[in-house]
């Protein structure tokens, strides 16, 4: 039973820069923020959760049944991560490409204390409370000063590789049209490494930077011992409401411009493209096929089709596709049925992660997993861990990757220009704190 008191805010973007200056000593950290951007299925406008009480560490092996029990036999709020190669328990897959993040496939924790925003109102729910202790630690938060910025510095440092050259890249996407001409699949989502070796970094420092430059509506921080992600993803994976749930997949990228009139024209003709609206319309349909495994008969709903949602790096085209789920489907068997998320992987699923497995060069791990929580209801909100630094402090290794959807009207040329325009914040950020 948690033991909780409400607080109000007068300064709630101040607050919110203490609040996560003061979790730098935790061992255990989730951060979610959703950075004020309209979202009519946002329960809360940022959580944060610290002070693992319990937690659960595990590889790919039957991974979604040790989550469950986990989750039915904590019943609170636990919060976490789903990495990319959990596919290998949801199918009969393997990942042997290169992992130099070395990340557990699946991480969740209890946490002792649970910060809940919403407008101005904050939540606080703890765990095991000692005396006055909610009251000391908000105090606490509230008496920390932010340090003005300071001017970033901006010589570029040289640390950051391609785990591909350009050359390489273009031959990849190239064997994946043959693929996709031969009739093995219809799409598939292809990745890259970008990452830096023996680097010391600052993460709370990165996550900033990088919220700063993106500001997304499922932005999250991650430290669970010596593991790290800043994230600024616009993507919702999957979320659940008492019997609803919902997905959002994003396929479809056109870079912001500084002219109003050239960005308006980049958002329009990004709903014209028929290349970038086929990538969209056949991951929505996936979505879909996942939904329906638990979802009440004739209940799927496309609720929008390649909607242009625009964001402070990119304009994206966004489905939102609902369902209404059968009686007595556990919420961890939602996850499972439809991980990994269809924006991520292609169509037909399995067949496009066997041929992602066999051109990716690295392992893709949390980078296009999921990080999110359930609540004590079993009900959830996950996003999809893209537009990502992650960050191995104890091998001090970092890495970002970038990828798009491939298609038979792929033209190799520009695939790579869109990764390098989605690269962008998170080079700009590494380039800036290495």
Request: net charge negative; with cysteine; charged share 25%.
């Amino acid at each position: 039973m948690r033991s909780n008191k409400i607080f109000e805010l007068s300064n709630v973007n101040l607050f919110k820069q203490k609040l996560l200056s003061w979790v730098s000593g935790f061992r255990e950290v989730v951060w979610l923020d959703s950075n004020a951007y309209p979202d009519k299925y946002r329960q809360y406008d940022a959580i944060l959760a610290v002070e693992a009480f319990t937690a659960i560490k595990t590889d790919a092996v039957e991974a979604f049944d040790k989550l469950k029990e986990y989750q039915q036999t904590t019943s609170d709020w636990i919060f976490g991560y789903l990495s990319y190669d959990l596919k290998n328990d949801t199918e009969n897959l393997k990942s042997k490409n290169y992992d130099g993040l070395d990340f557990p496939e699946l991480y969740f924790f209890q946490p002792q204390k649970l910060f809940l925003l919403k407008g101005n109102q904050l939540e606080v729910q703890y765990l095991r409370v000692v005396d006055d202790e909610i009251d000391l630690d908000f105090s606490a938060i509230n008496d920390i000063v932010i340090p003005e910025k300071t001017a970033q510095k901006h010589q570029k440092s040289t640390l950051i590789q391609s785990r591909l050259s350009k050359e390489e890249y273009l031959q990849k996407i190239e064997n994946m049209l043959k693929h996709i001409h031969r009739g093995d699949i219809y799409e598939a989502n292809f990745c890259q490494e970008f990452y830096a070796e023996n680097v010391e970094l600052e993460p709370l420092q990165i996550f900033n930077a990088l919220n700063t430059i993106s500001n997304p509506p499922f932005a999250s921080f991650l430290k669970l011992e010596n593991y790290h992600a800043m994230c600024a993803s616009p993507e919702r994976y999957i979320q659940k409401m008492g019997n609803k749930v919902v997905s959002q997949p994003i396929k479809g990228t056109a870079a912001r411009h500084a002219d109003p009139k050239i960005d308006v024209e980049n958002a329009q003709n990004l709903t014209e493209d028929l290349k970038e609206r086929s990538e969209n319309i056949m991951i929505a349909d996936l979505v879909r096929n996942d939904l329906s495994r638990t979802a009440k008969k004739g209940s799927v709903k496309v609720e929008e089709l390649c909607e242009v949602y625009s964001f402070k790096q990119v304009h994206q085209l966004i489905s939102t596709i609902s369902a209404e789920l059968q009686d007595d489907i556990a919420a961890v068997d939602v996850l499972e049925s439809t991980f990994p998320m269809g924006s991520m992987t292609g169509a037909p699923k399995i067949s496009a992660m066997k041929i992602i497995e066999d051109l990716e060069e690295t392992k893709r791990g949390l980078y296009s997993g999921a990080i999110g929580y359930f609540t004590p209801a079993a009900d959830f909100d996950f996003n999809v861990v893209i537009r990502s630094i992650l960050y191995n402090s104890e091998n001090k290794y970092a890495s970002f990757s970038v990828g798009g959807a491939i298609t038979a009207q792929s033209k190799p040329e520009k695939e790579y220009e869109e990764c390098m325009v989605k690269a962008r914040a998170m080079r700009q950020v590494l380039e800036e704190n290495i």
